[in-house]
């Protein structure tokens, strides 16, 4: 199967161009995955003839 990571943390970022009285925020959070078990993902090929 696949396996899908949820990273900890998460980052935060003040706009400081923002025009006043407003402020904006940039937030990011990080995933990642990867195949756990290749044995369980298969490519079958077919031809035409």
């Not at 970022?13 to 290749?38: E, M």
């Amino acid at each position: 199967g696949y396996l899908i990571v949820d990273r900890a943390g998460l980052s935060v970022l003040r706009d400081p161009y923002s025009a006043k009285p407003y402020v904006l925020f940039y937030t990011t959070k990080r995933v990642g995955g990867g195949v756990q078990n290749f044995d369980a993902i298969k490519v079958m090929k077919f031809s035409a003839s």
